[in-house]
């Protein structure tokens, strides 16, 4: 790489780092830390909203599907616009009202409110669970473009640096710093990718002459992908609206619903069709210039056999001169970066609020709080490290996370808030059978048939032991929904 570029990534690195340590000094207790200070816009939140679920795992694996499949691997990111969209109509509107009167700081302080501390406490390790997974995807993402791009720095060198990094800005900044880095980070994205990675790769592999004169017809159809991956990524992406921490945080940091819901249509927009096409198109173009030869003095000479996720670094090193270079690498990893922070801030939050305040005396001591979440924040990032340099699939490891999640979480938070039968048992007890029933299947291996994904066992076992236990099991004095549309009740 140029020295040109080696400056520009750095200066990148040290503005995320300044910005970080800036707003180390403007947190004063765990609301600032977690929840913003819970006056943000639509704008700041929006951009997170979309960096933060789309960011590095999806914008790296996005291309490893244009790589492998064509334009239809877009599909995946029609499921986010959906969801997005889904949740601001249905979810928003009741939990930006409750986290208003009960400041709810986490995910799962909502089943506390629904349910229990049990059933709060059991949602806390799930959750926390999954967004280790998560940060370990991220991670695992940025150290595949960076070893991509550096010659001789190996995965497990560029995981180090890549999750230093992430982690000394998220502990320092919280969730302040971790969405306003997302905005600027995301417009770095934008830029790189609609003036600078698109065009010049579209032109190195010579247009759509050289595109039609090596690709596979299927490719450029949005028809090649199958019903069941359809349902695959509908199931599994579509209900994280509706559990992912990250995106509580961000709901609970709005001034308002109609500020929430400004940013949830907004990052539904930009999910799909802006970076679902965005990300496919670029994978294409490496595997056309993977059929063409392009990275066959890099060593990769068989693209049927190559990484399909390596594919759109190497086409970044390869097309774009001296200084652009750094400046698209700074794009990705900005996205990385965006996911990476948030998924930290997610996990540390329900270490601290949703397990450790249970069982240690923090209650009232902001200052110790504070303390706790960025210690918190920093032993996760450091297990998540761990775990990356275990994995080899940046695509599989997040779905592999969102599964568990939404196996676990999706029914019993549905139930909670619109059916007045649901109980703390019913609840316990589907965490537990849908999250378990989908892990056994993945170490397993155990495959269901037509290829479909665990999770829909998993939240099908979730849904069924949910409905038995509440019809046999004592419902909370105040149903669930009675207590979302009170507004006169004090809590």
Partial sequence: MHWIDIVIFIVYFLAMLGIGFFFFKQNKNSDDYYVGGRDMGSLHIGLSVVATDVGGGFSIGLGGLGFLMGISGSWMLFTGLIGAWLSAVFLIPKVNRLSKKVNLLTFPQLFDFLFNPNVALLAGIISAIGYLGFTSSQLLAGAKLASATFTGLSLTQALVIMGVIAVVYTVAGGLKAVIYTDTVQWIILMAGLVFIGIPLGYFAVGGME??????????????????????????????????????????????????????????????????????????????????????????????????????????????????????????????????????????????????????????????????????????????????????????????????????????????????????????????????????????????????????????????????????????????????????????
């Fill in 210 to 491: 050289g595109i039609r004169e090596v690709v596979r017809p299927e490719f450029l159809q949005l028809t090649n992908v199958s019903w069941s991956q359809l349902v695959n990524w509908g199931v599994t992406i579509i209900p994280i609206w509706f559990v992912g921490m990250t995106l509580y945080q961000r709901i609970y940091a709005c001034r308002d619903e109609q500020t929430a819901k400004r940013a949830w249509y907004t990052a539904g927009l930009f999910e799909y069709p802006i970076m679902a096409f965005m990300g496919v198109l670029l994978g294409l173009f490496a595997r056309v210039g993977a059929d063409q030869g392009m990275f066959v003095d890099l060593g990769y000479t068989d693209p049927e056999a190559m990484d399909a996720e390596m594919g759109l670094p190497l086409l970044l090193r390869t097309v774009l001169p001296a200084g652009l270079t750094g400046l698209m690498l700074s794009a990705y990893f900005s996205a990385i970066m965006s996911t990476a922070d948030s998924c930290l801030m997610a996990a540390s939050g329900n270490v601290v609020t949703d397990i450790l305040e249970r069982f240690l005396p923090l209650k009232g001591d902001e200052k110790k709080i504070l303390r706790y979440s960025q210690v918190a924040t920093f032993a996760i990032g450091a297990v998540a490290l761990l775990i990356a340099m275990s994995m080899q699939n940046v695509l599989e490891l997040m779905l592999l996370s969102y599964a568990f999640m939404v196996s676990g979480l999706f029914v019993p938070v549905i139930g909670g808030m619109y059916w007045k039968r649901a109980t703390p048992t019913a609840a316990f007890w589907a965490m537990l059978l849908g999250g378990g029933t989908t892990l056994l299947l993945i170490l397993t291996s155990w495959q269901l048939p037509y290829d479909l994904d665990a999770n829909i066992a998993g939240i099908s076992i979730s849904a069924l032991s949910f409905i038995i236990l509440s019809y046999v099991t004592t419902p909370p004095d105040i149903p669930a929904a009675v207590k979302l549309s009170d507004t006169t009740r004090t809590l």
